[in-house]
């Protein structure tokens, strides 16, 4: 359930777990924290589901972090290579058209 909230009542205390995309797994993981101190387990579950979301998110960025640096160091290679060229082509005596 993105964006909702599901309230629990813990030891007279009302609970309320938030499912939203800007929640940290620290977070989570100190609200698993609350459920065990008060021994009220009805909620683990859903947040072991939301702390694995969360940390296959964290898992994706660092990969997608990975391959945009990898690429940002292709594009600066080719980006070398083409005035490589440029420059053989002007020693050459290429005339260029455009």
Known sequence: MFGGV???WSNYKMISYY???DRY??????EMRTLHKTRNYAMLPSLIEEAQMLANRMEAGLENKRTYEEMRADIA????ELEKLKAAKVAAGVVDEN
Do not use: G, W
């Open 25 to 30: 797994i620290c977070s989570v993981l100190e």
């Open 77 to 80: 290679e080719a980006k070398a």
């Open 19 to 21: 499912s939203t995309t």
């Open 6 to 8: 599901v309230r629990a």
